[in-house]
């Protein structure tokens, strides 16, 4: 292949499956605006809204290795793009929604298509950039980050005009939009990717403590769920309008963004051991600093708290390969992703019971103090890594 036609494929490969993350994404986390709006409108408890909330990532953990079982069966091209449209389609049902049941019905077939996007996406940017694909799925798991800063913001100002009915529709219309495009682009992409694909044999070296890294992203991934389900009603507490609840988020997933950059300098520094300690010592005390402060100074540390809570993340995940070996790494990050996707699922519906019992800042206390939990975990990893690089 021309170096020419590389490249091209390259940049195919990378803007459907970045878009396609940052709809996912985006998708997944403007349920957060959402919430107080729902809370409201159907009467429900924290612990209904942490099921709201856990429900698209929970069908969308449990169904991620089914969905890659099933891409290679029907093709990237027909799969992904019909989750595009079929998680479009779900904001259409949410909007129509007569109540709670048919709106968990909705969100729950949002979560499925939504499970496509990872591995599918994933294996088409590895496809396509072959030994180049590391630094490649860096520049992916960024366009997530857009998507999460992009649909909250625009979900909030257009509720400023629009019935929450009408807002999560045309956020539907979005998808089947996506849909259309990802159809149109990713043939040409899918095939030269197939042929790219067989460049990439990267080495890996065995190593231990792989259930000792899927253990902190569990914690990591559940607390951070946990936070941002909660943060909303921190915000209203402390006198937010919707629009500054939707600007909220976008500091947190704008700092979360850079913190995924960062934090890839930060561990070539510090490593994962040391980098995890900073950044989950922070998580902790910056959600701790956040209950005292007036609603301008709340503002004012979202960014950092989005750094350190969405940084640990891209650190973690990072370092599978180096503990397990090439023929288990697929198996790894399948077992990983999971995990921690589905830690986050859960975690909503549980400090959800503990909000209806305690109220929203003791809750988020709790939440601050499971985050160091992180830490002796972290401690006990650090000589699985001494024993890798002894070896």
């Given at each position: 292949?021309?170096?020419?036609?590389?490249?091209?494929?390259?940049?195919?490969?990378?803007?459907?499956?970045?878009?396609?993350?940052?709809?996912?994404?985006?998708?997944?986390?403007?349920?957060?605006?959402?919430?107080?709006?729902?809370?409201?409108?159907?009467?429900?408890?924290?612990?209904?809204?942490?099921?709201?909330?856990?429900?698209?990532?929970?069908?969308?953990?449990?169904?991620?290795?089914?969905?890659?079982?099933?891409?290679?069966?029907?093709?990237?091209?027909?799969?992904?793009?019909?989750?595009?449209?079929?998680?479009?389609?779900?904001?259409?049902?949410?909007?129509?929604?007569?109540?709670?049941?048919?709106?968990?019905?909705?969100?729950?077939?949002?979560?499925?298509?939504?499970?496509?996007?990872?591995?599918?996406?994933?294996?088409?940017?590895?496809?396509?950039?072959?030994?180049?694909?590391?630094?490649?799925?860096?520049?992916?798991?960024?366009?997530?980050?857009?998507?999460?800063?992009?649909?909250?913001?625009?979900?909030?100002?257009?509720?400023?005009?629009?019935?929450?009915?009408?807002?999560?529709?045309?956020?539907?219309a979005l998808g089947i939009v996506a849909a259309i495009l990802i159809f149109v682009f990713i043939?040409?992409?899918?095939?030269?990717?197939?042929?790219?694909?067989?460049?990439?044999?990267?080495?890996?070296?065995?190593?231990?403590?792989?259930?000792?890294?899927?253990?902190?992203?569990?914690?990591?991934?559940?607390?951070?769920?946990?936070?941002?389900?909660?943060?909303?009603?921190?915000?209203?507490?402390?006198?937010?309008?919707?629009?500054?609840?939707?600007?909220?988020?976008?500091?947190?997933?704008g700092g979360g963004a850079l913190g995924k950059l960062g934090c890839a300098w930060l561990g070539?520094?510090?490593?994962?051991?040391?980098?995890?300690?900073?950044?989950?010592?922070?998580?902790?005390?910056?959600?701790?600093?956040?209950?005292?402060?007036?609603?301008?100074?709340?503002?004012?540390?979202?960014?950092?708290?989005?750094?350190?809570?969405?940084?640990?993340?891209?650190?973690?995940?990072?370092?599978?390969?180096?503990?397990?070996?090439?023929?288990?790494?697929?198996?790894?990050?399948?077992?990983?992703?999971?995990?921690?996707?589905?830690?986050?699922?859960?975690?909503?519906?549980?400090?959800?019971?503990?909000?209806?019992?305690?109220?929203?800042?003791?809750?988020?206390?709790?939440?601050?103090?499971?985050?160091?939990?992180?830490?002796?975990?972290?401690?006990?990893?650090?000589?699985?890594?001494?024993?890798?690089?002894?070896?």
């Amino acid at each position: 292949m021309k170096a020419s036609d590389t490249k091209s494929v390259e940049r195919c490969a990378m803007g459907v499956a970045g878009g396609a993350h940052a709809l996912f994404d985006g998708y997944t986390d403007l349920i957060f605006v959402l919430l107080p709006i729902w809370q409201a409108e159907f009467g429900l408890s924290y612990a209904q809204v942490g099921v709201i909330r856990g429900l698209f990532s929970g069908a969308m953990a449990s169904f991620q290795i089914p969905s890659s079982h099933l891409a290679e069966k029907t093709g990237t091209r027909a799969i992904l793009a019909l989750a595009a449209a079929v998680c479009g389609g779900a904001y259409f049902l949410a909007g129509a929604s007569a109540g709670f049941i048919s709106l968990l019905a909705a969100l729950f077939v949002g979560g499925l298509a939504a499970s496509v996007q990872h591995p599918v996406a994933s294996n088409l940017v590895a496809g396509a950039f072959g030994s180049r694909a590391r630094a490649a799925l860096g520049t992916y798991n960024f366009a997530g980050d857009l998507g999460k800063m992009a649909f909250p913001a625009l979900t909030s100002l257009l509720l400023v005009v629009l019935s929450w009915r009408y807002t999560v529709t045309v956020m539907g219309a979005l998808g089947i939009v996506a849909a259309i495009l990802i159809f149109v682009f990713i043939p040409a992409v899918h095939e030269a990717g197939k042929a790219a694909a067989k460049e990439a044999n990267p080495p890996a070296r065995k190593g231990h403590g792989f259930w000792l890294l899927f253990s902190i992203g569990v914690l990591d991934s559940s607390t951070r769920m946990a936070f941002l389900t909660f943060l909303p009603f921190l915000l209203k507490m402390k006198g937010a309008s919707l629009p500054d609840i939707g600007l909220a988020l976008l500091l947190v997933f704008g700092g979360g963004a850079l913190g995924k950059l960062g934090c890839a300098w930060l561990g070539a520094r510090l490593g994962t051991i040391g980098t995890v300690f900073v950044t989950e010592g922070f998580t902790a005390l910056g959600i701790l600093a956040l209950l005292p402060l007036p609603l301008w100074g709340t503002f004012a540390l979202l960014p950092f708290i989005g750094f350190a809570l969405n940084g640990t993340s891209s650190v973690l995940y990072g370092s599978v390969p180096d503990l397990v070996s090439v023929q288990k790494r697929q198996r790894a990050f399948g077992i990983f992703y999971t995990g921690t996707v589905g830690s986050g699922a859960l975690s909503p519906v549980l400090y959800g019971f503990i909000g209806d019992q305690v109220g929203v800042n003791q809750t988020l206390a709790i939440v601050a103090f499971a985050v160091l939990l992180t830490l002796p975990l972290a401690f006990f990893l650090r000589s699985a890594f001494r024993e890798l690089h002894a070896a």
